[in-house]
């Protein structure tokens, strides 16, 4: 079964940083891009970061430019959203999810299947 597993997540202050992981097993890896979305309470789900399948190029939403970076290590089937200086407005349910394309986009449709998420809170 294809399953797409987050870690990572959990209560932050704000200011502070955290890594989410995210790995796959049952298909080939490096033949997908990967994006992290995310969705707090009452909102939609939206695009946060996404890679392209080999790494070579990156997509950021303008509310997390130059606080989060996404990356991918295709010989351990993970990428990581390294996210610092959080902020309350942060506070979601954080997931990852496999595009249709090599190519990565920040819109859901872009995407097949998704993990089961990791909580996020960013809080004092």
């Known amino acids: 079964q294809l399953q797409l597993v987050e870690s990572g997540g959990g209560l932050v202050q704000p200011g502070g940083s955290l890594r989410l992981s995210c790995a796959a097993s049952?298909?080939?890896?490096?033949?997908?891009?990967i994006g992290w979305f995310r969705q707090a309470p009452g909102k939609v789900r939206e695009g946060v970061s996404c890679?392209?399948?080999?790494?070579?190029?990156?997509r950021n939403a303008d509310s997390v430019k130059g606080r989060f970076t996404i990356s991918r290590d295709n010989a351990k089937n993970t990428v990581y959203l390294q996210m610092n200086s959080l902020k309350p407005e942060d506070t979601a349910v954080y997931y990852c999810?496999?595009?249709?394309?090599?190519?990565?986009?920040?819109?859901?449709?872009?995407?097949?299947?998704w993990g089961q998420g990791t909580q996020v809170t960013v809080s004092s």
């Open positions: 999810a496999r595009g249709l394309l090599r190519q990565c986009m920040l819109h859901k449709s872009g995407y097949d299947t």
């Open positions: 049952r298909f080939t890896w490096g033949n997908y891009a």
């Open positions: 890679i392209d399948s080999d790494g070579a190029k990156t």
